[in-house]
């Protein structure tokens, strides 16, 4: 079974910074894309980044310039590197591993509170 370990969540001032990473271990090879999706207090839940083992990526414009996505395909490790964050980046931050043939999965989450 795949399980995915979220980790780097926190408490930051506006304009700091914050590094998730992902990690996904079990019956896994490879994977067609992984990414990020966060979700607010009263919101759905909403894209954040992605990338694919390729290394093509893709931002939400609520990000772009502020985010960077990375990963080691190797490892089937994403991470989320989060600069000049701002009280609107509070959510709960979700992993996605997406596979050729498979189901998606998701992390359990990790919280990240940006404080004005």
């Known amino acids: 079974q795949v399980q995915l370990v979220e980790s780097g969540g926190g408490i930051v001032q506006a304009g700091g910074s914050l590094r998730l990473s992902c990690a996904a271990s079990?019956?896994?090879?490879?994977?067609?894309?992984m990414g990020w999706y966060r979700q607010a207090p009263g919101n759905q839940r909403e894209f954040v980044a992605g990338?694919?083992?390729?290394?093509?990526?893709v931002y939400a414009l609520s990000v772009k310039g502020r985010f960077t996505i990375s990963s080691e395909s190797a490892r089937n490790t994403v991470y989320l590197q989060m600069t000049n964050l701002k009280p609107e980046d509070t959510a709960v931050y979700y992993c996605?591993?997406?596979?050729?043939?498979?189901?998606?999965?998701w992390g359990q989450g990790t919280q990240v509170t940006v404080s004005p």
């Open positions: 996605l591993i997406r596979r050729i043939g498979h189901p998606d999965y």
């Open positions: 079990g019956s896994i090879s490879s994977f067609a894309l």
């Open positions: 990338i694919s083992a390729g290394g093509t990526t």
